[in-house]
Each structure stands twice: as C-alpha cells, then as structure tokens.
C-alpha cells in the first residue's frame, strides 16, 4: 500500500493507493487483451501459422513482454477458450434458472445449445481446439463439457424426482441426450436447417425417450 498525494482530485487530502490490485489489473486485462488476440489471429489463420512476433505485433507489445504473459500461441488461444467457455456455462445455467419444471429448463437448454452451435464463432472456437492437441487443451475441453453436463444432469434428476421424466441413471441420460446434442451441429451446418426447426427436432426426440 503507497500513500499518494492526490490534491487535484481530492482536496488536497493523501490517498491509500493499493498499487498491487492495480497492477494485478492491469495483468489480467493485458492477458485477456493477448487472448482474445491470439484467438482472433488464429481462427484467421490457423492456430500454426500465427507466430509469437505476429502476434506481439497485434497486441502493440514487444516479444519479449509478451513471453512475460504466455509462452506460446496455444496457450493464449487456450486461455480466450476457456474465458469464453465459463461465460458460456454461466449464461446456461442463469437461462435454466429462468424456467419453471424441467420441461421448459430441458427445452431452454437445448435451444441455448443449438443456438451457441448456429453461430460462426462456435466453429471457430472449435477448430482451434481440435488444433491444440495438447494435454492442457484436452483438459480444458473436458471441463467445459463436464459443466454443461452437470447442468444438464441437474435438470434430468429434477424431472425424474418429480416423476416427469422416466427413470433411469442420470449419468446415462445425460451422456445419452448429449449425443444427440452433437448431431444438432449436423443438421445445421450439413443440412442447413433453420435454428428454431433444429431446436424443435432435437427436443422432441430429447423429450420424447424420457417423458413418462
């Protein structure tokens, strides 16, 4: 903590600056500011053709500095990943908590599924993680569909403790509905179906196998 003489925007009174949260901040705004560019340089170009120069260039900072956040390109584009992965769960999960019975939480999930894969920045997204074959990006991976499923499990218990849903071993269900899910980006992007068509599809066939 530094005491600071700050008389022009406090009558001359002395202020406790706490110059570490400032500059832990500033770090983590510069490394997002580095992800997000990274990611961007990437789904351009291809994750193995953006350089650690090319990407400092981007940014405006010097190699060097940037070796100070990241110690490669993959790294970056894994953080940006990730960041949009957590925002991605957490807008889910408060979609979900909007909906009253599991019914329409099962139907809300499946369009805030469908619609996050309609978009072009989901396939971005996932070419560059099939690019990043490394352990760090495997894992990732899994926890990001390790959230989504734990939402989508919540929800199955849910209709089957209020006897809605038939039932069966949650774990199993929920696997079994996230296969279907994957088959949502076929019908979107393979047989260019209409988003809200591809949304009713899926959930009636969802609904359909586990309804009582």
Known sequence: MSAVDDTAGNGGEVVDVDWGTTVTVHKHRQLQRIAETAFDLAARDGLSNVSMSSLARAVGISRATLYNYVPDVATAVRAHLVTRAEAFHAAVAAAVAEEDGPQAQLRRYVREQVMYAAGEDHRAAAALAEA??????????????????????????????????????????????????????????RLGLPEDTVVEAVTRFILEGINR
């Open 132 to 189: 990043d074959r490394t352990t760090h990006g495997e894992a990732s991976t899994t926890a990001h569909l390790a959230r989504q499923s734990g939402v989508l499990e919540d929800i199955l218990a849910h209709g089957m403790s209020e006897g809605v849903f038939r039932e069966a071993p949650v774990a199993v269900q929920a696997a079994l509905t996230g296969r279907v899910l994957y088959g949502a980006d076929d019908l979107l992007h």
